[in-house]
């Protein structure tokens, strides 16, 4: 049997170990190996990602039904109406510059590009002109994607003027058309949806042509 004084010592020396700044070190490390407050953070981080996520594609998709309604609406002369729409869009464009973050449908980029169709539709029904990419503040692939699907636009306008006889505006149309042609064909664009775009207005150009020469030949009756 250990004698008392032998007990004691032992007891004075675990208190002591586990007292001691070593011990205490060795199993705060040994708790700490997986930090699960830093993974508190990280889920409190993506989930707040995932909302702002969401905000872009739903202010992406407001603003691409908008854009739509501006073109409907400037198809059919209703410039009041367009008007109104744009502004609105204005507003939702603000909103999705802010939140400024990617997503995996690169909704974000259509969405600029139905509003630099829709605005320069616009623009170009009322004022005969088309606003500048710096007036929209988009990038130069959004603008000029946007741009490519304008010239759809301006075929159906097109159209509809020579059915109201107004061969004048369509004539017009078809002098945009060819200068926006032009243009692209000094970007030398690489191989990419932009390039893909593009093709859209020569295609668009040929059909404006074939329009007007049908117009020359028939006479403007």
Same mark, same amino acid.
Not at 190 to 199: M, T
């Given at each position: 049997m250990p004698k008392p004084e032998l007990k004691a010592s032992f007891?004075?020396?675990l208190v002591f170990m586990l007292t001691s700044k070593t011990f205490?070190?060795?199993?705060?490390? $040994?708790?700490?190996?997986?930090n699960k407050k830093e993974f508190g953070k990280i889920r409190q981080e993506m989930h707040n990602i995932d909302l702002k996520r969401e905000e872009v594609i739903q202010t992406?998709? %407001?603003i691409i039904s908008l854009s739509k309604q501006v073109i409907y609406a400037a198809q059919r002369n209703d410039l009041k109406e367009a008007e109104s729409a744009i502004k609105t869009i204005k507003d939702k464009v603000k909103k999705l510059r802010k939140v400024n973050i990617n997503t995996d449908t690169n909704i974000n980029s259509v969405a600029f590009q139905e509003y630099v169709e829709a605005v320069a539709f616009y623009e170009f029904v009322k004022n005969k002109r088309v606003p500048t990419r710096t007036s929209l503040n988009v990038s130069a692939e959004d603008y000029l994607a946007g741009l490519c699907d304008l010239t759809g636009e301006l075929?159906?306008? !097109? #159209?509809?003027d020579v059915i109201h006889?107004? $061969?004048? %505006? !369509?004539?017009k149309i078809k002098e945009l058309v060819h200068d926006i042609y032009g243009e692209f064909l000094k970007l030398h664009?690489?191989?990419? %949806?932009?390039?893909?775009?593009?093709?859209? #207005?020569?295609?668009?150009?040929?059909?404006?042509? %074939?329009?007007?020469?049908?117009?020359s030949m028939k006479g403007r009756h």
């Open positions: 007891y004075t020396k205490i070190n060795i199993i705060i490390n $040994f708790l700490d190996m997986l992406s998709r %407001e075929v159906r306008k !097109a #159209i509809y006889k107004k $061969f004048d %505006e !369509a004539e664009l690489r191989n990419g %949806e932009l390039r893909k775009k593009s093709d859209s #207005i020569k295609w668009n150009l040929k059909k404006l042509e %074939e329009v007007m020469y049908d117009i």
